[in-house]
């Protein structure tokens, strides 16, 4: 592995300044609670249950496989939206087949590690990725800070958003996905192909996203960027700038882009497109990667809107709570109010 790609893929360049204290996360799976918005309910009929799981310290792959042998069903066959967090409280839904158990049936099941919250009838199987957002609850122990610096950091936090960086945990412990890059696509067994494949994608969009943090543009439009409609996937070229693009952007309702790397070039053009083919450059086996495997170029938000952004203090901790698009990193919101060790625990994707 090109130790260069480390420092881009595990502490990238923070956009608020320096970490106001250091802390301990996760003492404790309740210090950190990640609960899923779906954004709809169930549909009341069909062929599928929905249920509402919260699990403690155990990920979310073991409760599928587990819950596959309660339905009787291939694991495959159980649908959810995210992974999330292994030491952790974290209430997400999941769909199983229907079988033999009823909805009644279902709303019993208690493990030791995971429980059954709400079960009702589905007409289809969860497929990754369809969820509104995440709320979190993040508790910070051994946390010296004063109250009015603290409370400036999260008001402008809320203000501007964070940039919205790949966390550690999408390169694999110990970076262990961005090891496999320069063995090329061939050399990969199936199972690998994915997290490879995304931790190479991830490498470059947290390059190209440090450098207009660096530059200072990662919270700003510019002539030449594709715009994001905030917690859509919705995009438009910016040809031109005007006032009224330039108050939606500082209202986040609307992000710059980076690139999702693939084959072809990105849409961008000017600077931007001078920018994101320079870093492109940097990261020739990533970049190679992505093109070997047909990928496409897509873009991603450059900026991360940190709604509903709330801070309290406990006898021995402070306590932030959040809500996130799907498919963001809440370590990349606390990187931005304090450092610690444990930052790269996470196991969530979305």
Avoid at 227 to 251: H, K, M, W, Y
Wanted: glycine residues 8%; aromatic residues 6%.
């Amino acid at each position: 592995m090109d130790t260069h790609w480390l420092p881009t893929a595990l502490d990238p360049p923070r956009a608020h300044g320096a970490p106001l204290a250091r802390g301990t996360l996760r003492v404790e799976p309740e210090d950190f609670v990640v609960e899923e918005d779906l954004g709809f309910g169930a549909s009341g009929t069909g062929q599928h249950v929905l249920l509402k799981v919260r699990k403690r310290n155990a990920n979310t792959q073991w409760v599928v496989r587990e819950l596959a042998k309660i339905c009787g069903c291939h694991p495959r066959d159980i649908g959810y939206a995210g992974l999330k967090d292994r030491r952790a409280i974290a209430i997400q839904w999941l769909t199983v087949p229907q079988s033999r158990l009823t909805l009644d049936v279902w709303r019993t099941v208690r493990e030791p590690d995971f429980e059954v919250l709400a079960a009702e009838a589905h007409s289809r199987k969860l497929p990754r990725g369809a969820l509104a957002g995440n709320r979190f609850m993040v508790r910070i122990r051994d946390i010296e800070v004063a109250d009015a610096a603290l409370a400036a950091r999260v008001a402008e936090i809320g203000r501007r958003g964070v940039p919205n960086y790949f966390g550690p945990q999408r390169f694999g412990r110990d970076a262990s996905n961005l090891a496999r890059i320069a063995d090329g696509l061939r050399a990969l067994r199936h199972q690998e192909r994915g997290f490879v494949l995304s931790g190479a994608r991830s490498l470059v969009f947290n390059a190209a996203l440090a450098e207009r943090v660096r530059d200072s543009s990662w919270e700003h439009l510019e002539p030449g960027d594709i715009a994001n409609l905030d917690g859509r996937g919705s995009i438009f070229p910016v040809d031109a700038l005007d006032q009224t693009l330039t108050e939606r952007c500082a209202q986040l309702d609307i992000h710059p882009t980076g690139p999702m790397w693939g084959r072809g070039v990105p849409a961008t053009h000017g600077r931007v497109l001078e920018l994101e083919t320079r870093v492109a450059a940097e990261f020739p086996q990533p970049c190679a990667l992505t093109v070997e495997a047909g990928m496409e170029q897509e873009r991603r938000a450059l900026r991360l809107a940190v709604r509903d952004l709330t801070w309290e203090r406990e006898s021995d901790a402070i306590v932030v709570r959040f809500r996130l698009m799907r498919g963001s990193f809440a370590t990349m919101v606390v990187r931005e109010i304090v450092d610690s060790e444990s930052l790269a625990d996470e196991d969530t994707d979305a």
